[in-house]
């Protein structure tokens, strides 16, 4: 065998890479009808940046980055972004739009890359699909967010299932943070390894377990200690769900894996794509922009994860392969001039077009086309340059008929009108 690729690491070909793209395109355009612009940003950051962001304790920073020394600057640990989330913040400050313009939605697309343990829909390079909208700390934002999800699902033609929840902020979180605690304590025998070590790093993550759930069926939950702004709040974003017709449902053991999260948090799941069932996830993050050295201005987002809503789509859809409309035959290196340019007008009539070498005898074109399943086969000889023709065969029909050649394009564009 020669080099192969890494675990966790996946090549997306064909039909597959043609499923991700359709999600991509759909997400896309539902960001930009909801008048987001696009933010790209590095693969590459100072680790201080997540540390600082997602969290020191969070599986994310502690487990699974990619971080290494940079070879230039001797001091500097860099990692391969696990996120988007802390990168777009990061660029936001920087570009001093916290303090000139704070009001504003960006959307990014790219590979994120975390040392998981590899399995169904959890790959180490997955691409994220992200919406930030800073400067809106108003609950109708959260709701706009799951709203443009939903609009998204019902583009793809999706069942997914929306799970919301509120985690409190800093003044009712502590609260929260340790009634958990204490009830973590009086329960240690019964909870499992990771969660000793959960409860004392960050006991919100404890409703998070796999492992204990009939256990932590009986811990506090976060809406017994919401505040009353942050109340009021999630009172705001149900309201609003129900009245645009969003079916959710109130999860209070949902929290997130990454710390910046206050407010609404939410988790949209799928039944189609296994254990890695969370699609898209997001929620508001009010304190981080001030926490990476910004202007204290609120933060609402989520991300798609690109691959897994691919796998949702691919297990309930049936899957077409992609045909061209066209394919040239061109029978002698003679004509390419002439099949190119029939090639380029048709394009630019937006018709799909693929153009097979001369190198092959007719039969063998002709198979190949058939292949290719294209619904029209055009024909290119030197005969037909002389006399300004060409054959155009019909290949669902297995008829043929003879066009003039500067006229084919307009021919073949009326006929799939
Ligand atoms: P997250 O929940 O860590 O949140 O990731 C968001 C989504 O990315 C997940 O729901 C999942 O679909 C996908 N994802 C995560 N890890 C993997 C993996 N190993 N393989 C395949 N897909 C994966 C965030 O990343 C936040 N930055 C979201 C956010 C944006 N919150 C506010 N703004």
């Not at 053991?253 to 206050?262: K, N």
């Amino acid at each position: 065998m020669g080099i192969t690729r890494l675990r966790g690491f996946q090549d997306i070909i064909g039909l597959d890479a043609d499923i991700v793209s359709t999600v991509e395109h759909a997400a896309r355009r539902v960001a930009e009808l909801h008048n987001f612009r696009e933010i790209r940003i590095p693969a590459l950051e100072r680790i201080e940046l997540y540390q600082r962001s997602s969290g020191e304790t969070s599986d994310v920073v502690e487990k699974q980055m990619y971080a290494f020394g940079d070879r230039d600057e001797a001091e500097t640990v860099i990692a391969l972004r696990p996120e988007g989330t802390p990168g777009v913040v990061r660029a936001y400050i920087e570009a001093g739009l916290d303090r000139s313009e704070p009001e504003q939605r960006f959307y990014y697309l790219g590979p994120m890359f975390r040392r998981e343990r590899p399995q169904k829909g959890r790959f180490r390079q997955f691409n994220q699909f992200g919406v930030e909208v800073f400067g809106r700390p108003d609950a109708a934002c959260d709701a706009e967010l799951l709203i443009m999800i939903d609009e998204l699902r019902r583009e793809l033609g999706l069942e997914l299932e929306f799970q919301i929840n509120s985690l409190g902020d800093s003044s009712c979180r502590p609260g929260f943070r340790s009634a958990l605690l204490n009830w973590g304590r009086e329960n240690l025998n019964r909870l499992c390894r990771d969660c000793h070590e959960r409860l004392e790093k960050n006991p919100l993550r404890l409703l998070d377990c796999k492992v204990d759930v009939a256990v932590t069926a009986s811990a506090p939950n976060t809406r017994d200690y919401l505040c009353d702004p942050c109340r009021k709040h999630f009172a705001i974003v149900e309201q609003a769900l129900t009245a645009s017709g969003v079916r959710y449902i109130v999860n209070p053991r949902l929290v997130r894996g990454l710390d910046y999260y206050t407010r609404t948090a939410f988790e949209v799941v799928s039944g189609a794509v296994g254990s890695q069932s969370a699609v898209v996830a997001g929620g508001r993050y009010d304190g981080l922009v001030e926490a990476l050295g910004g202007a204290s201005v609120a933060g609402t987002g989520f991300a798609i994860g690109v691959e897994r809503l691919a796998l949702a789509l691919n297990a309930t859809q049936s899957r077409a392969e992609r045909a061209p409309d066209v394919v040239i035959l061109a029978m002698d290196n003679a004509v390419l001039a002439q099949a190119n340019s029939v090639g380029s007008d048709l394009r630019l009539r937006g018709i799909r077009t693929d153009l097979l070498s001369p190198e092959r005898g007719l039969k063998a074109l002709m198979r190949r086309a058939d292949k290719l399943k294209a619904r029209y086969a055009l024909i290119i000889g030197p005969d037909e340059v002389a006399h300004g023709t060409v054959q155009v065969r019909d290949l669902k029909q297995s008829s043929q008929q003879e066009a003039p050649l500067h006229e084919v394009a307009e021919h073949i564009a009326a006929k799939l009108e």
